[in-house]
């Protein structure tokens, strides 16, 4: 027998094949942090609005050369659906390259927030020592 509550398993048989029942995770159990900086920015494609709060982890998450190419492939392939028709609109190369080149950092133009545990509740996440 098998039970399954909110996300865990508890099954010590496996599927047909020699699966076993994937245990769904919250994005923060693959994360390395909660913690973020923070800024405002542009899209990466044209028109390049300034319309953009981009938030980048404090630590990197590091991933494999196929987990990149698969994300590109995932980026790339994005379709979009109206009530016509569906249409490729992917805003990526497919290499998974932005359109527009890196920019460089201006202090002067550019404020940063650094968020780390201080500005959360203490009631939301369980803090590390």
């Known amino acids: 027998?098998?039970?399954?509550?909110?996300?865990?398993?508890?099954?010590?048989?496996?599927?047909?094949?020699?699966?076993?029942?994937?245990?769904?995770?919250?994005?923060?159990?693959i994360w390395p942090t909660i913690y973020f900086y923070r800024y405002r920015g542009q899209i990466t494609y044209p028109p390049c609005s300034e319309i953009v709060s981009w938030?980048?982890?404090?630590?990197?998450?590091?991933?494999s050369r196929r987990q990149f190419k698969h994300l590109a492939r995932l980026q790339e392939s994005y379709i979009y659906m109206d009530e016509d028709e569906c249409t490729n609109d992917s805003k990526v190369s497919p290499q998974g390259e932005a359109f527009r080149p890196l920019q460089q950092f201006n202090p002067n133009h550019q404020n940063v927030t650094h968020c780390t545990k201080k500005n959360f509740g203490f009631w939301m996440y369980k803090l590390h020592q």
């Open 1 to 29: 027998n098998s039970t399954v509550t909110a996300g865990n398993s508890t099954n010590n048989t496996t599927e047909p094949g020699g699966l076993s029942p994937r245990k769904k995770g919250f994005p923060y159990d």
């Open 55 to 63: 938030r980048v982890l404090d630590e990197p998450l590091l991933i």
